[in-house]
């Protein structure tokens, strides 16, 4: 029908015409209204009443695809005004949905959509009346206040068919007896509250942005989980969008019902071929995430069918990075626990006339529309016996493939099920020389660890069709996949390959060094696992994909960090003070604070001596007003140690650099307010410092237009500056690999695994947000 007639048609039941191009526009809405329509037609003779148009209308618009065979029976019910309000076509659309694959039994029908319940006034003025006498100190108390829309939810309980304006109604009507008419005091506003004060107007920058936008999304992943995501119920797969629903369909979701006890069941299957990055912890935190908030189960499955490929310390490093960020699997299985079913699940599919053997070559099937297949209308008999010499080695590789009959939506035509690569697999040796690919792997494990929930990122959505086709076509319990948008974080790169091109030109030292983005990597830095989930719920689950600066990662490592990272005093650059008239006769202890706002979470002791050491930087010959610390004009104080120095004296070296100043020291109480205060230690123990920037100067490192010389010529040599000798109090003497501390004044640093028992050595996790405007 031409889009002026569906126009036209649609008008004819009552829709403006505004509405009837809009409807036109949408091709599945207008297609299910249209039908909808027609079908109506047969069981109303002359026009179609408004009401039950309107119905019709919402019909179109709600039913889903698994339900649609359905439709015809749905208008016949609203044609006849048997189904006559929203509530009853909800009920309806449900039903049906419930029973997609099947008849449907009208009795039960007409009972689970209340067809026929009708309640007389006296029913209905009951069941307000008990609601409204349950609540009647509320209601005297505030009045016309009082929200009554619980008071529906709970009346509609003892009379749910009932219309939703008949029974306002009589709530309205009854709550008018109970108070009597509005009063003036009634028709005022209440009061607002005060609000507070908007902050200050800052420079906007993007680490403000990040931290602002922490104030969005959820907190933790649990909350996430719980409030954020609406995934479908456990058994209810079909109910989902784009589900296809087989005669089997039902049987299956009983069956797998029974096996799973109802619980959430999702799984992370990573390929064992390279250590995870940050975009991983996304889909870490939303498979363990998902099935830890619903009191369910997550498998950790190895998708290890690409031997050539696989590494040991990449099975280990995987495990270690999803314990590391929190999580438990409730079991660790491998896609080659499962070789010989899914080898027997492909017989099955040849011989349900699905699957064929091909010879066509892997470079004649690349591109947008490779040849067809010459072999698809090879007779089965003749594929299953070619199935069974590629997997006794009777080809080379390359020569043969199994390839399923089905289409993937990119368009992709009889995507490849098994290849022969001989190669022996970590696990399983040489018993196989045929491996299956993801396209067949991936749906199948699912199914056979009864996953609830297959979530995987956006790129997989054009793999969904096939994913439901393949369960289907073997009569398999299905699972839904949910897809949600991937995360990339820019000013870095996560491809595999990269990486290990920065390992090989030594730009980097290997996937842990603290520069990468990596877990390993983060981890070595110092980030804390807590800090990845929060970042993770921060940005919450979506299909957008998103590309996100490392400030706001940074910001939620320090919002971490400042809770957990005890304090301490490490002088990175160290300029030697001698305190000439040091009040003590030999050094002292001070106390010093682990949490300075929190006094009541510890303390530990300093020694204060003769002869301390300061920031270099803390010391100017010259300097303008802005400077607040020590010069040969203006004193400073000494964090912990109440004294206020002066300087008395510089000593330089040939290059006019200071070497040593001689100070005298006073009581704080006894001095005039210094402007500053400056970190210190004493007796110290010599550590190193390693400090971090950006690995690469551009957003987008891999994009030619922005890097034409390629990402290799974005690395900034100036991304790690050692420190080799600085000062730390020797409070942090005991300090083990990993361990995390704030430097006061200086950022948040943690013990690196090169550190030994003789020197430790200091990764800088995060600079304090303060830095940017300390003078």
């Given at each position: 029908?031409?889009?002026?007639?569906?126009?036209?048609?649609?008008?004819?039941?009552?829709?403006?015409?505004?509405?009837?191009?809009?409807?036109?526009?949408?091709?599945?809405?207008?297609?299910?209204?249209?039908?909808?329509?027609?079908?109506?037609?047969?069981?109303?003779a002359g026009a179609i009443p408004k009401p039950v148009a309107n119905l019709l209308y919402s019909l179109a618009s709600k039913v889903k695809d698994q339900a649609s065979t359905h439709v015809p029976f749905?208008?016949?019910?609203?044609?006849?005004?048997?189904?006559?309000?929203?509530?009853?076509?909800?009920?309806?659309?449900?039903?049906?949905?419930?029973?997609?694959?099947?008849?449907?039994?009208?009795?039960?029908?007409?009972?689970?959509?209340?067809?026929?319940?009708?309640?007389?006034?006296?029913?209905?003025?009951?069941?307000?009346?008990?609601?409204?006498?349950?609540?009647?100190?509320?209601?005297?108390?505030?009045?016309?206040?009082?929200?009554?829309?619980?008071?529906?939810?709970?009346?509609?309980?003892?009379?749910?068919?009932?219309?939703?304006?008949?029974?306002?109604?009589?709530?309205?009507?009854?709550?008018?007896?109970?108070?009597?008419?509005?009063?003036?005091?009634?028709?005022?506003?209440?009061?607002?509250?005060?609000?507070?004060?908007?902050?200050?107007?800052?420079?906007?920058?993007?680490?403000?942005?990040?931290?602002?936008?922490?104030?969005?999304?959820?907190?933790?992943?649990?909350?996430?989980?719980?409030?954020?995501?609406?995934?479908?119920?456990?058994?209810?797969?079909?109910?989902?969008?784009?589900?296809?629903?087989?005669?089997?369909?039902?049987?299956?979701?009983?069956?797998?019902?029974?096996?799973?006890?109802?619980?959430?069941?999702?799984?992370?299957?990573?390929?064992?071929?390279?250590?995870?990055?940050?975009?991983?912890?996304?889909?870490?935190?939303?498979?363990?995430?998902?099935?830890?908030?619903?009191?369910?189960?997550?498998?950790?499955?190895?998708?290890?069918?690409?031997?050539?490929?696989?590494?040991?310390?990449?099975?280990?490093?995987?495990?270690?990075?999803?314990?590391?960020?929190?999580?438990?699997?409730?079991?660790?299985?491998?896609?080659?626990?499962?070789?010989?079913?899914?080898?027997?699940?492909?017989?099955?599919?040849?011989?349900?006339?699905?699957?064929?053997?091909?010879?066509?070559?892997?470079?004649?099937?690349?591109?947008?529309?490779?040849?067809?297949?010459?072999?698809?209308?090879?007779?089965?008999?003749?594929?299953?016996?070619?199935?069974?010499?590629?997997?006794?080695?009777?080809?080379?590789?390359?020569?043969?493939?199994?390839?399923?009959?089905?289409?993937?939506?990119?368009?992709?035509?009889?995507?490849?099920?098994?290849?022969?690569?001989?190669?022996?697999?970590?696990?399983?040796?040489?018993?196989?020389?045929?491996?299956?690919?993801?396209?067949?792997?991936?749906?199948?494990?699912?199914?056979?660890?009864?996953?609830?929930?297959?979530?995987?990122?956006?790129?997989?959505?054009?793999?969904?069709?096939?994913?439901?086709?393949?369960?289907?076509?073997?009569?398999?319990?299905?699972?839904?996949?949910?897809?949600?948008?991937?995360?990339?974080?820019?000013?870095?790169?996560?491809?595999?390959?990269?990486?290990?091109?920065?390992?090989?030109?030594?730009?980097?030292?290997?996937?842990?060094?603290?520069?990468?983005?990596?877990?390993?990597?983060?981890?070595?830095?110092?980030?804390?696992?807590?800090?990845?989930?929060?970042?993770?719920?921060?940005?919450?689950?979506?299909?957008?994909?998103?590309?996100?600066?490392?400030?706001?990662?940074?910001?939620?490592?320090?919002?971490?960090?400042?809770?957990?990272?005890?304090?301490?005093?490490?002088?990175?650059?160290?300029?030697?003070?001698?305190?000439?008239?040091?009040?003590?006769?030999?050094?002292?202890?001070?106390?010093?604070?682990?949490?300075p706002e929190k006094p009541e979470r510890g303390k530990h002791t300093i020694q204060f001596a003769p002869v301390i050491y300061i920031e270099r930087s803390d010391f100017r010959k010259d300097a303008d007003?802005?400077?607040?610390?020590?010069?040969?004009?203006?004193h400073v104080g000494l964090r912990y140690a109440n004294v206020v120095l002066e300087v008395k004296k510089v000593i330089e070296g040939a290059d006019g650099e200071p070497l040593e100043l001689h100070v005298?020291?006073?009581?704080?109480?006894?001095?005039?307010?210094?402007?500053?205060?400056?970190?210190?230690?004493?007796?110290?123990?010599?550590?190193?410092?390693?400090?971090?920037?950006?690995?690469?100067?551009?957003?987008?490192?891999?994009?030619?237009?922005?890097?034409?010389?390629?990402?290799?010529?974005?690395?900034?040599?100036?991304?790690?500056?050692?420190?080799?000798?600085?000062?730390?109090?020797?409070?942090?003497?005991?300090?083990?690999?990993?361990?995390?501390?704030?430097?006061?004044?200086?950022?948040?640093?943690?013990?690196?695994?090169?550190?030994?028992?003789?020197?430790?050595?200091?990764?800088?996790?995060?600079?304090?947000?303060?830095?940017?405007?300390?003078?």
């Amino acid at each position: 029908m031409a889009a002026d007639d569906l126009i036209a048609f649609f008008m004819e039941v009552g829709l403006s015409e505004e509405k009837a191009k809009e409807t036109a526009k949408n091709d599945h809405v207008a297609k299910n209204f249209k039908n909808a329509i027609e079908q109506a037609k047969k069981h109303i003779a002359g026009a179609i009443p408004k009401p039950v148009a309107n119905l019709l209308y919402s019909l179109a618009s709600k039913v889903k695809d698994q339900a649609s065979t359905h439709v015809p029976f749905l208008v016949e019910y609203i044609a006849n005004g048997k189904i006559n309000s929203e509530l009853q076509l909800t009920a309806a659309l449900d039903f049906a949905l419930a029973h997609a694959a099947g008849d449907i039994k009208r009795a039960e029908f007409e009972k689970g959509c209340g067809v026929g319940v009708s309640y007389t006034d006296t029913e209905v003025v009951k069941a307000v009346a008990a609601v409204l006498a349950a609540n009647t100190e509320g209601l005297i108390e505030n009045r016309y206040r009082f929200v009554v829309g619980p008071l529906l939810v709970e009346a509609r309980k003892a009379v749910p068919w009932v219309e939703g304006k008949r029974l306002k109604d009589e709530v309205d009507r009854q709550i008018l007896k109970l108070l009597g008419p509005k009063t003036a005091e009634d028709n005022e506003k209440p009061a607002k509250k005060k609000e507070k004060p908007a902050p200050e107007k800052k420079d906007s920058n993007t680490a403000e942005k990040a931290e602002k936008a922490e104030s969005s999304g959820a907190t933790t992943i649990a909350e996430l989980m719980k409030t954020r995501v609406n995934f479908h119920k456990v058994g209810e797969n079909y109910k989902t969008n784009g589900y296809v629903i087989t005669p089997k369909t039902m049987e299956l979701l009983a069956q797998h019902l029974k096996e799973t006890g109802g619980k959430v069941i999702t799984r992370f299957p990573p390929e064992p071929n390279g250590i995870l990055h940050i975009g991983h912890a996304k889909a870490i935190n939303i498979n363990f995430g998902y099935a830890t908030a619903h009191d369910g189960l997550c498998y950790l499955r190895y998708d290890d069918t690409n031997p050539e490929k696989e590494e040991e310390k990449f099975f280990t490093a995987i495990k270690d990075m999803v314990e590391w960020l929190g999580y438990k699997p409730y079991k660790i299985t491998h896609s080659s626990d499962y070789f010989q079913e899914l080898y027997d699940l492909a017989v099955e599919l040849i011989k349900r006339g699905d699957a064929y053997v091909c010879h066509q070559k892997a470079e004649d099937l690349k591109g947008h529309n490779p040849p067809p297949s010459p072999w698809a209308n090879r007779p089965i008999a003749e594929s299953l016996a070619l199935f069974e010499d590629m997997k006794n080695g009777m080809f080379d590789e390359g020569a043969a493939t199994l390839r399923m009959r089905t289409v993937l939506e990119e368009g992709k035509v009889d995507p490849v099920a098994y290849r022969i690569k001989y190669v022996a697999h970590h696990r399983t040796g040489t018993k196989w020389c045929i491996y299956p690919t993801y396209d067949y792997t991936h749906c199948l494990c699912d199914s056979i660890e009864n996953i609830t929930h297959s979530l995987c990122t956006k790129e997989f959505q054009q793999r969904r069709s096939s994913y439901y086709w393949l369960c289907n076509a073997l009569d398999l319990y299905c699972p839904v996949q949910w897809e949600y948008g991937r995360l990339n974080v820019n000013y870095t790169v996560v491809s595999k390959r990269k990486i290990a091109k920065l390992i090989e030109t030594q730009i980097v030292r290997d996937w842990d060094d603290p520069r990468l983005f990596t877990l390993t990597a983060l981890r070595r830095r110092g980030f804390p696992p807590e800090a990845l989930n929060n970042f993770c719920a921060l940005l919450g689950v979506t299909m957008s994909e998103m590309a996100i600066d490392p400030q706001l990662l940074e910001a939620c490592v320090r919002n971490v960090l400042n809770e957990t990272a005890p304090r301490h005093l490490v002088v990175l650059e160290p300029l030697k003070v001698t305190i000439l008239n040091f009040p003590h006769k030999a050094a002292v202890a001070v106390e010093a604070l682990d949490f300075p706002e929190k006094p009541e979470r510890g303390k530990h002791t300093i020694q204060f001596a003769p002869v301390i050491y300061i920031e270099r930087s803390d010391f100017r010959k010259d300097a303008d007003k802005n400077f607040k610390r020590l010069t040969p004009t203006q004193h400073v104080g000494l964090r912990y140690a109440n004294v206020v120095l002066e300087v008395k004296k510089v000593i330089e070296g040939a290059d006019g650099e200071p070497l040593e100043l001689h100070v005298e020291c006073k009581p704080l109480g006894d001095a005039e307010k210094p402007k500053g205060f400056i970190h210190w230690v004493a007796d110290p123990i010599v550590v190193e410092a390693r400090l971090y920037e950006r690995l690469f100067r551009h957003k987008s490192p891999e994009d030619p237009s922005e890097v034409p010389g390629g990402f290799l010529s974005d690395c900034n040599p100036d991304s790690m500056r050692v420190i080799p000798n600085a000062l730390a109090d020797k409070s942090l003497a005991g300090a083990k690999v990993y361990d995390k501390f704030q430097f006061e004044r200086v950022g948040f640093f943690s013990v690196d695994p090169d550190s030994s028992a003789d020197r430790l050595v200091f990764n800088r996790t995060v600079s304090l947000k303060e830095d940017a405007a300390k003078n």
